[in-house]
T-cell receptor, first 119, second 106 residues
Framework: QVHLVQSGGEVKKPGASAKVSCKASGYTISNHGLTWVRQAPGQGLEWMGWVNTYTGTTNYAQNFQGRVTMTTDKSTSTSYMELRGLTSDDTAVYYCARLGLEGDYEDYWGQGTLITVSS | EIVLTQSPATLSLSPGERATLSCRASQSFDNFLAWYQQKPGQAPRLLIYEASKRVTGIPARFSGSGSGTDFTLTISSLEPEDFAVYYC????????FGPGTKVEIK
């Protein structure tokens, strides 16, 4: 069965970087793209971007361009999302999701990773 | 970037009632519009994609419609498990989510 297991929560200082991992099991990671979505406490969903796990092609939301990098290590079936220049506004739960449905829609989600930015 | 507006922000209904949720876009786009359900402490769950296609396993009481800039999610008869927050999402060049509609028990 398909599982996406994300790394654990972290506390970061303002200005630091956070790198969240998303380890896939139950399928070949390069067969389906991944998308990243975040949710600040008590707020709505915010799309961050997607990565083609086969080619490495990415498409980042305008709000994150220049500050986010999404990569995939096929040898470990793990995808990563790194966000740089953290501020308190980046405090959120970060989700990865597999784009496995027709039309590249999400069928499986990770459990979420809470990144807290605090001095 | 296409901006999505959802209305109402909160919908107070009783089980068995019909829920009609609206999603309006700042500009027209191809019907790559999806609806998600999210319950507290859980990841979102895809219900509808490409405006009207129901995901396998989603009950038939959920339906999506609309085109251009106006889209609707309808829940024909609310079940207790349907009380949640619903988001629409568009997929033009950059994807965006609407702010959500909370469906709460009246």
């Amino acid at each position: 069965q398909v599982h996406l297991v994300q790394s654990g929560g972290e506390v970061k200082k303002p200005g630091a970087s956070a790198k969240v991992s998303c380890k896939a099991s139950g399928y070949t990671i390069s067969n389906h793209g991944l998308t990243w979505v975040r949710q600040a406490p008590g707020q709505g969903l915010e799309w961050m971007g997607w990565v083609n796990t086969y080619t490495g092609t990415t498409n980042y939301a305008q709000n994150f361009q220049g500050r986010v990098t999404m990569t995939t290590d096929k040898s470990t079936s793990t995808s990563y999302m790194e966000l740089r220049g953290l501020t308190s506004d980046d405090t959120a739960v970060y989700y990865c999701a597999r784009l496995g449905l027709e039309g590249d829609y999400e069928d499986y989600w990770g459990q979420g990773t809470l990144i807290t930015v605090s001095s | 970037e296409i901006v999505l507006t959802q209305s109402p922000a909160t919908l107070s209904l009783s089980p068995g009632e019909r829920a009609t949720l609206s999603c309006r876009a700042s500009q027209s786009f191809d019907n790559f519009l999806a609806w998600y359900q999210q319950k507290p402490g859980q990841a979102p769950r895809l219900l509808i994609y490409e405006a009207s296609k129901r995901v396998t396993g989603i009950p038939a009481r959920f339906s999506g419609s609309g085109s251009g800039t106006d889209f609707t999610l309808t829940i024909s008869s609310l079940e207790p498990e349907d009380f949640a927050v619903y988001y629409c999402q568009q997929r033009s060049r950059w994807w965006t989510f609407g702010p959500g509609t909370k469906v709460e028990i009246k």
